[in-house]
């Protein structure tokens, strides 16, 4: 029997949505688990990723924690996967690049009524938000990028059976989603 | 000040004249055109309020919103960046206490960058309200600011400051013509257009606009296009490093106005225009001059040279910024008074040109070049050139050489004689033909200015050995993206994409990623492209790439490099906690 | 009847016709987005651009001609394709998931038709406030593509000249008739033929969206090249 191949799988700005559409291979979870390890990833509440053959990662980048995840993977994976719309170009979440961060942080945590303390949080334990939201590929090099909001659980399959077969991996038509 | 009605009023309110209107109008309002002014346009034309606005919104130098009431723009031609055009732009600035960009708290000016303003052999210039300032430095700039300071309206700051040259080092048979007025006309005159014609094609006379289409088959077409048929003059001299039409304008006028006419005689034309770039206002008056003197001389009018069927006249429409108007479609589009979008072809201008007639549109020196064919005759223009490029060609010659200026030369003639000619050194690279041109190697010296070699419309910009070629390409780049139309995809996206990939190279951040993407830009913008400036636009990145591999391989990161810069991208979120950044 | 081939199959044509017209008639898919079958040629998107005779040329600009040998469905044209629909993906800001033209917009089939998965270059996320003034109709500029099929049908169909095109470059954008710049200071109504041309989702009908169930909307039932080639003669 040949070795497992591990893959990890993490959100950063996304919604874990793409990780259900990935659960809905069903019962194929099943026969893919005997050929895949999970490393890091919200399944195995593993922190942090080792040397893995592929990495998944679902949701686009608004915060310092997030680039640091995203180059982590990108460090130990040998093929990095940008997986759902918020990962590809930002999504749901990039829908505040068109306001200065420091309005909306000034906006929420002191002129929104029923506020105790109307100071914009300093604590560590908060990642910075960057000004923008990114895409992944704007910020390390992606090998391939599956598409949807989320990706349809076909897609999920098709792509990491091809990969698993050693074959360049390819959506079927109908798997390339948008929303 | 003149209201809106006044200056529809003049322009006869002649939607054509659109573009010459909102000159107008801004002039008359301040150096902008407020949104009550575009309407009231809209109105006095009968056009759609929209289509006026999107008009005023194509053209560099038309604003929709207050510039200063000084509007300093410093020529950004690469040649003008080596000549100090940066510094002079940040002392400007310091001086008048005012961001590069952005409109002083009283009004009074504003300072930005603009596309090249032809003035390469007299840099750093500047354009204020339209007027163009040469060699802005030292004593000169400090009269600049105190001009500003003083309130002196433009025209009336000193000529000596206003005074441009018109740069000629070297005559030929066109710069240095000796004839009279009307003496080339009168021989065509009295001519069969048979005759006429076999001249033209025995001449083998090529457009010197830049595709060098021969002159002949363009008039011939022309001539028997039915319908009323138009000449239009190409002096919307955009290409970046470019300004022998400049000079042809000052010292050759009259060549030029005759060649239109001998366009028109054998044309059956009775309109023409001369398109003046908008850079050339300067010359806007001397112009105008020579029309009416030939008017009074019978050579421009009706009954031109005493025929009475024979009526001919030019009318001068200025350009408004926008370099894309060079494209003869594009400048019909601007002439008509639209937006300067190049149309699709064909059906080509000789057959279906300004308003849908038949129109002969040639550069300024095909112009002049068919006046001294017909006025000193076949034998002496058949005697410079080569097989396929007969006759002389002007060149403007500026950057790292001795000598900038116009130089008139045979055909054939290698880069190498004419770096001699005016005083070149070192030389890392040349770039032939402006950016949409050739950007040539040291080793590539011995080719020949010519058709069947090194076609040139005009521009040499010579770079020494001290020169950062990728700041050339940069600069480049960044003008194609400041030009497109944004009429079609690849061009309009592409060329502002080269940028990008280009400033990262240039910073030291590009690696694989985008070499792969330029050579992706490349082929997209040569092969979808609708129009000749997105065909060209990767000209020089891609002669730079192919031809200096070495100078390119020093500054490529091994691996991947984001453009993303942490520490920018947190500024916000730092100072909305209250950190210092 | 005169013909050409596209990529290797004939195709007959009348007098005057495109070739992507010609085409269309034939049920066969040439890959494009401002080509509007009611409307003359605008050739801005260069989606539809093929090889004529080994050459480039946009298929909804070329006229037809006797012999033509036009190819589309190449490896070279259609990573060209993909990379002029990225450009038009990142150039604006296009989010599917939230938009209400879903499954029934051009550019968003386009993309799936050519394989697109990426937006390939960084995204400019322009800043393009929407226009909510009019009270039946919201315009989201986000989305504009920049086609001019609303200023065209506007212009010549409706008569109102609701729409033109300013600015130039990357900042060229679509405006409205009006000194305010606000829709609900033009003639625009939602019988205009201008509500119903915008292959995206910048011309919406308020109170509208989201009416079809995903699965059942336009191009879920079927793809452009799926409605074409249905029409296709045996």
């Not at chain 1, 829908?95 to 303390?117: A, C, I, K, S």
């Not at chain 2, 009023?9 to 107008?24: E, Y």
């Not at chain 2, 560099?60 to 510039?67: E, Q, R, S």
């Not at chain 2, 006025?375 to 410079?384: M, P, T, V």
Request: proline share 6%; aromatic share 6%.
């Amino acid at each position: 029997m040949t070795a497992k191949v591990r893959v990890a799988t993490t959100s950063l700005a996304g919604c874990f949505g793409c990780h259900m559409s990935f659960l809905d291979i069903d019962e194929r979870i099943l026969p893919l688990l005997e050929r895949v390890t999970l490393d890091r990833s919200p399944l195995t509440d593993q922190k942090h990723a080792g040397p893995c053959a592929v990495g998944l990662v679902e949701g686009g980048v608004c915060n310092e924690d997030n680039l640091h995840v995203l180059r982590e993977f990108r460090a130990q994976c040998q093929v990095l996967v940008a997986v759902g719309a918020c990962a590809i170009n930002g999504g749901l979440p990039a829908q505040r690049n068109h306001f200065e961060v420091g309005d909306l942080l000034r906006r929420v945590y002191t002129e929104e009524p029923g506020l105790t303390r109307r100071v914009v949080p300093d604590d560590p334990e908060l990642p910075l938000l960057f000004d923008k939201v990114r895409p992944l590929h704007e910020l390390v090099k992606v090998d391939y990028f599956i598409p949807g909001c989320p990706p349809p659980a076909e897609a999920f399959w098709a792509f990491l059976s091809d990969l698993l077969d050693g074959k360049e991996p390819r959506l079927p038509k109908g798997a390339i989603r948008y929303d | 000040m003149r209201s809106a009605s006044d200056i529809l009023n003049a322009h006869r309110g002649d939607p054509t004249r659109l573009v010459q209107i909102l000159r107008d109008a801004q002039h008359a309002c301040g150096n902008w055109l407020p949104a009550r002014v575009l309407s009231e346009i809209a109105r006095g034309l009968g056009l759609p309020r929209a289509r006026v606005e999107g008009v005023a919104g194509f053209y560099a130098f038309l604003n929709l919103k207050p510039v200063g009431r000084f509007r300093v723009l410093v020529s950004d031609n690469v040649t003008d960046r080596f000549a100090g055009s940066a510094e002079t732009c940040g002392a400007l600035c310091q001086r008048l206490g005012v961001k590069r960009g952005h409109v002083r708290s009283d009004g009074r000016v504003s300072v930005d960058f603009t596309s090249c303003t032809g003035l390469c052999d007299q840099g750093p210039a500047l354009l204020v309200n339209g007027l163009a300032i040469p060699q802005v430095t030292g004593e000169r700039l400090d009269q600049v600011v105190r001009l500003i300071e003083a309130d002196t309206p433009v025209d009336e700051w000193p000529a000596d400051l206003r005074r441009v040259q018109d740069g000629v080092r070297l005559q030929g048979p066109v710069l240095g013509a000796t004839l009279e007025p009307g003496a080339a006309l009168h021989r065509v005159l009295h001519a069969s257009p048979d005759d006429v014609l076999a001249t033209l094609k025995d001449s083998k006379l090529r457009g010197r606009g830049g595709a060098g289409f021969p002159v002949a088959t363009k008039w011939e077409t022309c001539r028997t296009a039915p319908g009323d048929s138009v000449v239009v003059c190409n002096a919307d001299e955009g290409e970046p490093g470019t300004f022998k039409d400049r000079a042809l304008l000052m010292r050759r006028a009259d060549l030029v106005v005759e060649g239109m006419t001998i366009a028109a005689r054998f044309t059956g034309a009775t309109q023409g225009f001369i398109y003046l770039r908008g850079e050339y206002e300067f010359l806007l008056p001397h112009l105008n001059e020579v029309l009416s003197k030939r008017r009074a001389a019978k050579l421009l009018g009706t009954g031109i040279c005493g025929d009475r069927g024979f009526d001919f006249d030019v009318d001068v429409h200025l350009g408004a910024g926008a370099y894309v108007c060079g494209e003869e479609t594009a400048l019909l589009e601007s002439l008509e008074g639209k937006r300067g979008v190049p149309r699709h072809r064909p059906p080509f201008p000789v057959t279906h040109g300004y308003l849908g007639r038949p129109t002969t549109v040639n550069n300024v020196e095909t112009y002049a070049d068919a006046a001294v064919i017909f006025g000193l005759g076949l034998e002496a223009w058949k005697a410079l050139g080569t097989e396929q490029s007969s006759g002389s060609k002007l060149l403007s010659i500026a950057g790292d050489v001795e000598r900038p200026g116009i130089f008139e030369v045979p055909w054939g003639t290698t880069v190498r004689e004419v770096l001699k000619l005016a005083g070149a050194g070192s030389v890392k690279a040349v770039q032939v033909g402006g950016p949409s041109g050739e950007l040539i190697s040291p080793k590539e010296l011995d080719r020949r200015i010519a058709f069947e070699d090194l076609p040139c419309a005009g521009a040499i910009a010579v770079f020494n050995e001290s020169r950062d070629l990728l700041e050339v390409v940069v600069n480049y780049a960044h003008f194609f993206a400041h030009e497109s139309c944004g009429f079609c995809t690849p061009c309009r996206v592409g060329t502002h994409v080269a940028t990008r990939s280009l400033d990262k190279l240039r910073q030291g951040r590009g690696s694989s990623a985008e070499l792969a993407e330029l050579g992706t830009l490349t082929r997209l913008l040569r092969d979808t492209s609708h129009c000749g400036l997105g065909n060209t636009a990767p000209n020089a990145w891609r002669h730079y790439l192919d031809k200096f591999p070495d100078d390119l391989a020093r500054r490529l990161q091994a691996g991947f490099v984001p453009a993303f810069d942490v520490d920018a991208a947190l500024v916000a979120a730092r100072t909305a906690r209250g950190e210092t950044p | 009847m005169s013909s050409f081939t596209l990529d290797g199959a004939d195709v007959a044509f009348t007098e005057g016709q495109t070739i992507i017209e010609a085409a269309r008639v034939a049920g066969r898919f040439i890959p494009s987005l401002c080509a509007h079958p009611e409307f003359p040629a605008h050739g801005s998107c260069r989606v539809c651009t093929v090889l004529v005779n080994g050459r480039p040329m946009s298929s909804c600009t070329t006229k037809a001609s006797e012999g033509q040998v036009v190819e589309s469905n190449t490896a070279a044209l259609n990573r060209d394709r993909q990379a002029l629909v990225q450009m038009l993906f990142v150039e604006g800001n296009h989010f599917c998931p939230g938009c209400e033209k879903s499954g029934a917009c051009t550019l968003q089939s386009l993309g799936k038709e050519l394989g697109v998965t990426s937006a390939g270059f960084a995204h400019e996320s322009p800043t393009r406030p929407v226009d909510a003034s009019h009270p039946d109709i919201l315009l989201d500029f986000n989305r504009c593509i920049l086609c001019e099929l609303c200023v065209r049908a506007s212009a010549d169909v409706d008569h109102k000249d609701v729409f033109a095109l300013s600015g130039r470059g990357l900042h060229k954008h679509l405006i409205v008739n009006a000194e305010s710049g606000r829709l609900a200071d033009t003639g625009m109504s939602l019988e205009d033929k201008a509500m119903t041309v915008c292959p995206v989702g910048v011309i919406l009908k308020k109170r509208q969206g989201f009416s079809t169930p995903i699965g059942a909307r336009r191009d879920d039932v079927q793809t452009p090249r799926q409605r074409l080639e249905a029409g296709r003669k045996p």
